[in-house]
């Protein structure tokens, strides 16, 4: 059985390929996945990087995407329904250049589940703002190179049917 970071590999590698190219072009992988947080990384290469040689803050906002678009995404595969998913706003504060990989961390995975009942009970439309921290451990260890704020807005359009 394919462990849970594979299966969401293999996930983002589709929706990369069929969906959203600009998401393959970076090339994010995975690192972790739970019911509480995500993280993936973009490497810095000559895809992702501006002229400064650090990383293009296109590429950074395709990591904050995908950390907390693909969480969710998950969490509602996994809960069984299928929702309609979109981001209607981004912040973004740049605290240093990121100079090597990139990490994307969200770890709001009780507030998405919470948001994804709420919709599902009501059959409205949930906003909310989810954050994404981003690091550069071999320069900068921990400490974040970045922050997002994307709004999400999610509805429960139906619930899948369970396969056995």
Same mark, same amino acid.
């Given at each position: 059985?394919?462990?849970?970071?594979?299966?969401?590999? #293999?996930?983002?590698?589709?929706?990369?390929? %069929?969906?959203?190219?600009?998401?393959?072009?970076? /090339?994010?992988?995975?690192?972790?996945?739970?019911?509480? %947080?995500?993280?993936?990384?973009?490497?810095?290469?000559? #895809? /992702?990087?501006? %002229?400064?040689?650090?990383?293009?803050?296109?590429?950074?906002?395709?990591?904050?995407?995908?950390?907390?678009?693909?969480?969710?995404?998950?969490?509602?595969?996994?809960?069984?329904?299928?929702?309609?998913?979109?981001?209607?706003?981004?912040?973004?504060?740049?605290?240093?250049?990121?100079?090597?990989?990139?990490?994307?961390?969200?770890?709001?995975?009780?507030?998405?589940?919470?948001?994804?009942?709420?919709? %599902?009970?009501?059959?409205?439309?949930?906003?909310?703002?989810?954050?994404?921290?981003?690091?550069?451990?071999?320069?900068?260890?921990?400490?974040?190179?970045? /922050?997002?704020?994307?709004?999400?807005?999610?509805?429960?359009?139906? /619930?899948?049917?369970?396969?056995?």
């Amino acid at each position: 059985m394919e462990s849970r970071v594979a299966q969401a590999n #293999k996930m983002l590698k589709q929706f990369g390929k %069929h969906k959203v190219k600009l998401i393959d072009y970076c /090339t994010p992988e995975i690192m972790e996945i739970s019911d509480d %947080h995500l993280s993936l990384k973009i490497p810095l290469n000559d #895809k /992702t990087k501006n %002229h400064l040689e650090s990383m293009y803050f296109g590429a950074l906002a395709i990591g904050a995407d995908v950390a907390a678009g693909l969480l969710a995404m998950d969490m509602a595969n996994n809960s069984g329904l299928d929702v309609s998913l979109a981001f209607k706003s981004v912040q973004g504060e740049f605290l240093r250049r990121p100079e090597d990989d990139v990490i994307f961390s969200c770890y709001q995975g009780k507030m998405i589940r919470e948001m994804l009942e709420k919709s %599902h009970q009501t059959g409205t439309r949930v906003n909310e703002p989810v954050s994404v921290t981003v690091t550069c451990p071999a320069r900068d260890g921990n400490e974040p190179v970045a /922050t997002f704020s994307l709004t999400l807005s999610l509805k429960v359009v139906s /619930t899948l049917a369970t396969a056995e």
